[in-house]
Structures are given as C-alpha cells and as structure tokens.
C-alpha cells in the first residue's frame, strides 16, 4: 500500500507576531494569519511548527483547525519557544524530550491506517553551538531506541 503525504516543518518566529510591524490601525500584524493562509494553501498532511511563543496547546489546536488538522502534539518549553506537531491523521505522542534540551523535541507516530504508523520528531535544537547540536542529536537517537 502506497501513502501519499506532506510534512511542512516552519520556524514561525517567535509566535509568529510581529509587533515591530503594526498594521495602519496600530494592531499587531496580521503575520499568525497570513501564516495559517499559507499553510492552509499547501494542505500539508503534518505540520511541525517552532519558535511558538506565547502558544499553550489549546491556542495551538485552535491555530491548526484553520488548516483542518484536528491532532496535536504540543511541547511546553522551558525557554518560551515551545514546539508542535499537528496532522489530519491521529497523532501518539511518544515522547516529550526536554532533559538536555536547551528547548526540546517531540516523539510520536503519525497513525494512517491499522497498519502504517510512521514516526516523527520535532525539534529545535540548540541555537548557539554546534557541539550542543550535537549532544541534542544524541539524546533524540537514544529516545528513539528506547
């Protein structure tokens, strides 16, 4: 059996507001809309979405069903820039990897049918260095063997 589908990975930004960029009415921009436009244009399968600042998950499952997805896994960052998957096929959230994380990653598996789940992580790795990148790489690879 063949699966078509489409993942689209977006660092959105800092919640995606540009408050530096007020539209003329001198309200925060429209960009988290024109983002949810945007993808609403592409009809991903899944979405994995970073740098969601000021999201909690509810906010994040509301931001999704504007591109119809209905499953959601959301991480709760330490650092503010939380992270999450959303899909139009169930999600199980495997893991949430935060122990070593400068922001953290998501495990989980995308169920399409009774007998095809596919794993995907979500992450975004540590900004500042490449040795950091690396121990973060490590730590995902030994979830994921778990």
């Given at each position: 059996?063949?699966?078509?589908?489409?993942?689209?990975?977006y660092n959105i930004f800092e919640g995606g507001v540009d408050t530096s960029?007020?539209?003329?009415?001198g309200h925060p921009s429209t960009r988290p809309n024109d983002i949810a436009a945007f993808l609403r244009s592409l009809n991903p399968t899944l979405t994995v979405l970073t740098e969601l600042n000021g999201f909690d998950s509810v906010q994040f499952s509301n931001f999704v069903s504007q591109w119809n997805h209905q499953y959601i896994a959301f991480l709760t960052a330490s650092t503010g820039f939380h992270l999450g998957i959303s899909s139009s096929f169930p999600l199980i959230e495997l893991a949430q990897v935060k122990h070593g994380m400068h922001h953290g990653a998501l495990v989980a598996q995308?169920?399409?049918d009774d007998e095809t789940?596919?794993?995907?992580?979500?992450t975004h790795l540590n900004p500042f260095t490449a040795t950091a990148r690396t121990i973060e790489a490590k730590i995902i690879t030994d979830q994921i063997k778990k």
């Open positions: 059996m063949t699966i078509d589908f489409k993942v689209v990975a960029n007020p539209t003329g009415n995308v169920n399409f789940n596919i794993g995907l992580v979500a």
